[in-house]
């Protein structure tokens, strides 16, 4: 009896540690390992298309950003918490694993059909809540909850499933959970990286969901196979030590534990938003710079996982471990604020190794920045999960339940940072000091879990946490100049002639102003993340105010104009010189349009105090989608396509919905640029452009130097009233305003006329559309390296394909007579500004003699056009002073 009994017990507790060691074959062990990397990497793949498909519903602010990723980690903390605990009832983990798989594809390949409908849900929830911002954001995140819940919750799933198909024994439990967690981030980390750098360029979002689903059942596929040979794994773990005293901090059920690990959650996402924040100001606003650093993060966490698993199972004082891994990762932000200082000298240098620029140089360079500052916070945070797996193991043989514990905990602090960081710190503290506040986070949880064990003594205790805090902060006070994570951005210390005059973070974005000198004379810079959005120089008052001017000019009786983007106020400025009725403004940051109202005065005239203008503080093309109303004029004046997000300003199915909410008539301006654009690029946003607005005209500022032009276009008629233009022009209180962007008659206005219909149509030619589905753009001109090169490829092709406006124009006199003094005007302006575009592209060169020679020849042919003759003799007057290489600015 006591025999039998003997080997039942051997029985059952050689099955488990077989199932782990003997039992389960090389490829039972090797091959879910492998299957789970490519599990991570569709999880991301999945979260990175999904992030940019609800974005062009719900906008691109912060608010919705931050809703979506809530909703996507609380699919995974309730998939872990509740697949946790039907884990170890399962006795074929395996197989459920490769279910859950396919289940996960055969979801996901839906989910670009159903973000579709819910958008006439969110329309109506928008036009019926007076958007208040409470319903609204509930709103959004149970529309995005009700489609991302059950692909999330399954994802939540496979970790614990895995978890327990492996590991049996304790004395294992640090190598196999770290290997698996480690492996699983690793493919995130490549999903994230493959699929903004290559699969959307290449397959498009519903092409890289597609391959997402095929991954997923081939994982599914490769599941069930293996797994026909898998034994049936039963029991809790075995070989967990009997003698280890619980420590004050855990409470009956772990709790406590658990807890702890929601905090680490919070730090851990609040550290994410707070890079994200600063190294856009370093990189750049574009997507890839977005991809390399969540790959980066990834990655860190995927090692600092895998070197903890190799050596915790070696390890007795797991409490102490995990509590100088807090501490570490609170004192290294002293280190980290340093390395941000000295971070665009590194890069610089960098850069002179790697030798000539070129695109992948450029994302080299980048990468090896971002590791410098990511690498060991990451590596430090990537550790703590299996170390409080195995901790908890001591107190929780069920290792399904164990992960899902801690794994839901964490993830739902994971929600609560980035809510937190976002929301509250940055907008209230700033971001330096935000960080500083989770640095302290930290140190307070490494000295909980550091104290707990030993020093009983309530002064003992007081005395070390004090000493800890004591010399963080004395630490932060001798080496972190405040604010200086931000200031230390090359945007702000590029060159001597740059001075921040403020800067202010809010929950949406970094936005400052610069006081520049240079060529162009002293001016005010507005940025946004490091980018110029506006400004007082000449060249960018003047297409603030002809983005105004030109569009409600060219239609016969505009009452009701949408401005997308703010800027200055310089634009909203000269349509308040028309006689409109209302003028609705869609601006995304706040701190934009307090920055209009506290530094661009001279620019706006308080035009936000005019009581026909309405400011939303929202995404632009959102409030176009959701709007009610329809308008005379859309004054499309974002910034450039190439920066993360900006794109979808810039697709066909952004521009059918301007022409949707256009009344007859209707007439939309684009503002394009013509530097970091390919060629290729710009036919391609020309094209787009024409395929929803066939009257299509382009127009060039001439009278400066410039890399901008405006493109606009008519739902009726593609000809140019010049008696109706002439009328305009009479009747409106214009001329004043006009007179400061150095137009003076019409004839000024028509000679920046550069193409009509049919040559827009000839130079863009054939070719694919930019679509919401193929956001080509943010892609294909992030690696246009070069802006002065760029700006002189499109400026040639620009000046090649100009032809008189006089095609296109209609009624331009009575008599003969008259309309022959017109056509003698036009042949005069057209004339002289060919030499002036000529000079314009001389300057470009740097051949400033070949410059002056073109300029000089304006005066003779049109003595009534020596406005950009004065310009250039003036400009050429100040580099020659100062010794300025202006391709340089």
């Known amino acids: 009896m006591e025999i039998a009994k003997m080997k039942g017990d051997m029985k059952i507790k050689g099955g488990a540690v077989a199932a782990e060691a003997g039992q389960l074959s090389g490829s039972a062990r090797v091959v879910p390992m492998l299957l789970f990397f490519l599990s991570g990497f569709t999880a991301l793949l999945y979260q990175v298309i999904w992030l940019k498909m609800l974005t062009l519903t719900f906008g691109n602010t912060v608010y919705a950003v931050s809703?979506?990723?809530?909703?996507?980690?609380?699919?995974?903390?309730?998939?872990c918490y509740w697949f946790g605990r039907i884990t170890d009832r399962a006795n074929f983990p395996l197989r459920l694993y490769g279910y859950l798989e396919g289940l996960i594809g055969a979801v996901a390949v839906l989910t670009p059909m159903l973000f579709k409908w819910i958008e006439p849900v969110y329309i109506g929830i928008y036009q019926s809540s007076n958007q208040n911002p409470y319903l609204f954001g509930l709103s959004r995140f149970v529309l995005s909850l009700a489609i991302l819940i059950v692909p999330t919750t399954l994802m939540g799933g496979t970790l614990p499933l895995l978890a327990r198909h492996l590991t049996a024994s304790y004395g294992h439990l640090g190598l196999r959970i770290g290997g698996l967690y480690a492996i699983n981030t690793l493919g995130a980390a490549a999903g994230t990286f493959v699929t903004g750098f290559y699969l959307i360029l290449a397959l498009?979002?519903?092409?890289?969901?597609?391959?997402?689903?095929?991954?997923?059942?081939?994982?599914?596929?490769?599941?069930?196979?293996v797994g026909r040979a898998s034994p049936a794994i039963k029991g809790k773990l075995v070989d967990v030590p009997r003698t280890v005293s619980k420590p004050l901090w855990l409470s009956q059920k772990g709790g406590g534990l658990v807890f702890l690990f929601f905090l680490i959650g919070i730090t851990s996402l609040a550290y994410e938003v707070f890079w994200t924040r600063i190294l856009v100001l370093y990189l750049g606003s574009s997507v890839y710079a977005y991809s390399l650093m969540l790959s980066i993060f990834l990655l860190g966490l995927t090692l600092g996982s895998f070197l903890v698993g190799v050596v915790i199972d070696n390890v007795k004082r797991l409490n102490t471990l995990l509590a100088f891994l807090e501490l570490a990762i609170g004192f290294y932000l002293i280190l980290q604020i340093v390395q941000f200082s000295r971070l665009p000298e590194l890069m610089g240098r960098l850069g002179v190794i790697f030798g000539r620029p070129s695109y992948w140089k450029s994302v080299a360079v980048s990468s090896l920045g971002v590791v410098n500052i990511l690498l060991v916070p990451t590596l430090l945070m990537g550790a703590a999960f299996p170390l409080g797996v195995k901790i908890y193991a001591r107190w929780n043989r069920w290792v399904g339940k164990n992960i899902g514990n801690l794994y839901s905990a964490n993830t739902v602090g994971c929600i609560g940072g980035s809510l937190l960081a976002g929301f509250l710190l940055i907008p209230w503290l700033g971001i330096q000091r935000g960080m500083v506040v989770i640095a302290l986070a930290n140190l307070g949880i490494g000295i909980y879990l550091l104290l707990a064990e030993g020093w009983r003594r309530i002064w003992q205790r007081a005395l070390v946490g004090a000493a800890i805090l004591g010399l963080f902060l004395t630490g932060y006070h001798f080496f972190c100049p405040p604010n200086s994570v931000v200031l230390s951005a090359g945007v702000f210390t590029t060159g001597s002639n740059k001075m921040v005059v403020s800067?202010?973070?809010?929950?949406?974005?970094?936005?400052?102003?610069?006081?520049?000198?240079?060529?162009?004379?002293?001016?005010?810079?507005?940025?946004v993340n490091g980018v110029n959005v506006a400004g007082t120089s000449p060249d960018l008052l003047t297409i603030q105010k002809m983005q105004g001017h030109l569009p409600l000019l060219l239609h016969r009786n505009p009452k009701r104009v949408l401005h997308i983007g703010l800027g200055s106020g310089g634009t909203a400025w000269s349509v308040s010189t028309h006689a409109v009725e209302e003028i609705h403004i869609a601006e995304i940051s706040p701190a934009v349009a307090e920055a209009a109202g506290a530094y661009f005065q001279g620019v706006n005239h308080g035009i936000l105090h005019d009581g026909r203008v309405e400011l939303t503080i929202c995404d632009g093309r959102n409030f176009l989608l959701a709007a009610e109303d329809k308008y005379d004029i859309i004054l499309s004046d974002s910034i450039h396509p190439r920066y993360a997000g900006n794109g979808s300003l810039y697709t066909r199915d952004y521009y059918l919905m301007c022409r949707k909410k256009l009344n007859p008539e209707g007439v939309v301006s684009q503002?394009?640029?013509?530097?970091?654009?390919?060629?290729?690029?710009?036919?391609?946003?020309?094209?787009?452009?024409?395929?929803?607005?066939?009257?299509?005209?382009?127009?060039?500022?001439?009278s400066t130097i410039n890399p901008f032009t405006i493109v606009i276009g008519r739902t009726e008629g593609g000809k140019i009233d010049f008696e109706a233009l002439q009328k305009g022009w009479d009747e409106r209180g214009l001329r004043l305003d006009l007179q400061k962007a150095g137009v003076d008659e019409v004839f000024h206005l028509l000679d920046y006329f550069v193409m009509g219909e049919e040559e827009v149509r000839r130079y863009a030619g054939e070719g694919p559309l930019h679509t919401d589905d193929y956001p080509a753009i943010e892609y294909l001109a992030s690696k246009v390296i070069s802006r002065e090169a760029s700006w002189h490829w499109n400026f040639t092709a620009l000046i090649k394909q100009r032809v008189p406006v006089l095609p296109y124009l209609i009624n331009f006199g009575k008599s003969d007579l008259e309309r022959e003094e017109v056509l003698s005007t036009l042949e005069k302006f057209y004339q002289a500004t060919t030499h002036n575009l000529r000079g314009q592209l001389h300057f470009l060169e740097g051949r400033y003699r070949e410059m002056a020679s073109e300029l000089e020849k304006i005066p003779e042919i049109n003595p009534d056009d020596l406005e950009p003759w004065e310009y250039f003799r003036l400009l050429k007057y100040k580099l020659d002073i100062t010794g300025t290489n202006a391709n340089q600015q």
């Open 204 to 225: 498009g979002l519903k092409g890289t969901v597609l391959l997402g689903c095929i991954l997923n059942l081939a994982i599914m596929l490769a599941v069930l196979i």
């Open 67 to 79: 809703t979506l990723l809530g909703s996507f980690m609380a699919g995974l903390a309730l998939g």
């Open 671 to 702: 503002w394009l640029p013509l530097y970091s654009l390919s060629e290729e690029n710009f036919k391609m946003l020309l094209r787009t452009f024409q395929s929803v607005f066939p009257h299509t005209t382009v127009w060039y500022i001439n």
């Open 503 to 527: 800067f202010r973070e809010d929950a949406t974005a970094t936005v400052s102003v610069e006081k520049i000198h240079d060529f162009r004379g002293d001016w005010l810079s507005m940025s």
